[in-house]
């Protein structure tokens, strides 16, 4: 029943922005955040923020990526400004829940160089 849409993903030259989405239905999560995977690699955490507004980023993105949003309204954003091409990665939205996760469909984000 529990369903997570991401949008926002792109194309974009290194130096540039985009801003992700994610609208999930359901209510009641803990956290929400966003993960990426990039060909090769495992899933990584990329920014989570909690039911109490609490949020923590990878070291790598820190003073480039904000999330945001409101858990209890089932919406969080990623702005994601000055983008490397390592930033290259399939991006997924998760919402945690009494330990069971829900994850989105993930939207590709791809930085040229």
């Known amino acids: 029943q529990v369903q997570l849409v991401e949008s926002g993903g792109g194309l974009v030259q290194a130096g540039g922005s985009l801003r992700l989405s994610c609208a999930a239905s359901?209510?009641?999560?803990?956290?929400m955040g966003w993960y990426r995977q990039a060909p090769g690699k495992q899933r990584e955490l990329v920014a989570r923020i909690t039911s109490g507004g609490s949020t923590n980023y990878a070291d790598s993105v820190k003073g480039r990526f904000t999330i945001s949003g409101d858990v209890a309204k089932n919406t969080v954003y990623l702005q994601m400004n000055n983008l490397e091409p390592e930033d290259t990665a399939v991006y997924y939205c998760?919402?945690?829940?009494?330990?069971?996760?829900?994850w989105g469909q993930g939207t590709q984000v791809t930085v040229s160089s």
């Open positions: 359901g209510s009641a999560f803990n956290a």
């Open positions: 998760k919402a945690s829940r009494a330990w069971t996760a829900y």
